[in-house]
């Protein structure tokens, strides 16, 4: 059964060291002051670290209770402009979700038209598929696709209800393939400094893993 409790994991089980303090925590820190209602973790790229354990499209998502979403904006305005980057909740309030249409989007030209793309670790929790099918619904000029790693808590009939609100509000779900993984890796993953870029290792269990979510998302929609 896949839709099980999700437990709190370590620093070490997130990828993260257990002293994040030093290095990579400094950088966050000095972040998250830049967002102050939400705490929430912004950038360009993320730890390849963070998305070899958070992206993974595993059955059982034990330890992974974040959310990473990357994003594309491809704004149709008088200059076209296309912009991305990554969010990561922390455990508070905001979902990494309600933190796109809180900070990054009305950052966009208001008005125009707006092409967005997520690349989420996983589906959105029922709070969040709220929130997109509003947002969907005041802003004509918004178009989403979502691409998802995992399905949350997908057996529950309330996140099926709200995954089916969400294609009625208009937005795109689809299930990450690997090659969708492969993108992420290339375009949203840091690479460590001085080395070649490495390429994308797929895990072993990646197209199986795939190939069930996208029948279970099949049967629900």
């Not at 830049?34 to 330890?63: C, H």
């Not at 704004?75 to 900070?103: C, I, W």
């Not at 929790?125 to 178009?143: D, F, M, P, S």
Request: charged letters at 30%; aromatic letters at 10%; glycine letters at 6%.
């Amino acid at each position: 059964k896949m839709a099980e409790k999700q437990e709190e994991p370590s620093n070490a089980q997130n990828g993260e060291p257990d002293n994040a303090e030093e290095g990579e925590g400094k950088k966050k820190k000095v972040k998250r002051e830049d967002l102050p209602p939400f705490e929430i973790v912004t950038g360009e790229r993320l730890p390849a670290i963070f998305f070899k354990f958070q992206f993974r499209n595993v059955e059982y998502s034990s330890g992974r209770n974040k959310t990473f979403l990357c994003y594309v904006v491809e704004t149709q305005g008088k200059e076209p402009v296309t912009s991305r980057g990554y969010l990561e909740d922390e455990h508070a309030a905001a979902h990494a979700e309600m933190a796109f249409f809180n900070t990054i989007l009305p950052a966009c030209q208001a008005g125009a038209r707006h092409d967005v793309t997520w690349y989420v670790s996983s589906s959105p929790c029922v709070t969040c598929a709220q929130r997109i099918c509003e947002a969907l619904r005041k802003n004509k000029g918004l178009r989403l696709t979502i691409m998802v790693g995992r399905l949350f808590m997908w057996e529950e009939p309330e996140m099926q209800a709200a995954l089916r609100s969400m294609k009625e509000a208009g937005c795109k779900l689809r299930i990450m393939k690997p090659q969708d993984f492969e993108y992420v890796w290339k375009n949203f993953v840091e690479q460590e400094e001085g080395e070649e870029a490495k390429s994308f290792v797929p895990w072993e269990d990646i197209q199986e893993n795939f190939q069930y979510y996208e029948e279970k998302l099949a049967e629900i929609l």
